[in-house]
């Protein structure tokens, strides 16, 4: 297991174009969280998933942004009509169990662009 | 929400320069703090986790020191390297009403060392 993978590494999208990532987390950890970071600032928390189930959002998670983790395993995060302020680094990261002792560990994250 | 200062944002030192940074927080409502390494085009990588007031903890020529009371840890590089540019990140992270464990991250610290 080579640790947290997200794909694709950078996306360059239109205005109101339709994006999807993929994260897939190391296999056994059942903790998956998504973060943002905009242009200087540090990431910011989005959502989180114990198995299947997203168990919670951030208010900075508008109706046009959905994320699923089918089955507990790998993880999709989409926006719809993307807009500019949308540009940042997506960033996914997993646990096993109780992250407060050990931390996450993260992917290398996602640039989206949108132009 | 947790107001996370670090300081100073960025730093250049020259190789073998012993170096350190600041990371300040309200001293209450959060369980651990956590330190990253992020170098460009890789993934955020743990250094830390620390809970006690008073905890220090190694790794290498890195060290960290959290007093919980006043809300601030300390990150110091010993004999800095070329290898030792990356983005610094501290997180305290807390629960959430909904049991997902958050980290609330500052705006990091650049550290760009000069061979």
């Given amino acids: 297991d080579t640790g947290v993978s997200q794909d694709p590494r950078h996306k360059i999208t239109k205005r109101g174009q339709n994006v999807t990532f993929r994260c897939d987390p190391i296999s056994e950890h059942n903790r998956l969280y998504w973060y943002r970071q905009t242009l200087g600032q540090g990431p910011e928390f989005l959502t989180y998933f114990q198995n299947e189930a997203q168990l919670e959002k951030s208010r900075l998670l508008s109706d046009r942004f959905s994320a699923e983790r089918p089955k507990g395993s790998f993880s999709t995060l989409e926006i719809q009509r993307t807009e500019q302020g949308d540009s940042a680094m997506y960033l996914c990261a997993s646990s096993l169990g109780s992250p407060s002792d050990y931390g996450y560990t993260f992917g290398s994250g996602t640039r989206l662009t949108v132009v | ?115």
């Fill in chain 2, 1 to 115: 929400i947790l107001n996370v200062e670090q300081s100073p944002q960025s730093l250049h030192v020259q190789e073998g320069d012993s170096t350190n940074f600041t990371c300040s927080f309200p001293s209450s409502n959060f369980y651990a703090l956590h330190w990253y390494r992020w170098e460009t085009a890789k993934s955020p990588e743990a250094l830390f986790v620390m809970t006690l007031n008073g905890d220090e903890k190694k790794k290498g020529r890195i060290s960290a020191t959290l007093n919980t009371k006043e809300g601030y840890s300390y990150l110091y590089i010993k004999g800095s390297q070329p290898e030792d540019s990356a983005t610094y990140l501290c997180a305290p992270g807390a629960y959430s009403g909904a049991g997902s464990y958050q980290l609330t991250f500052g705006k990091g610290t650049k550290l760009s060392v000069i061979p």
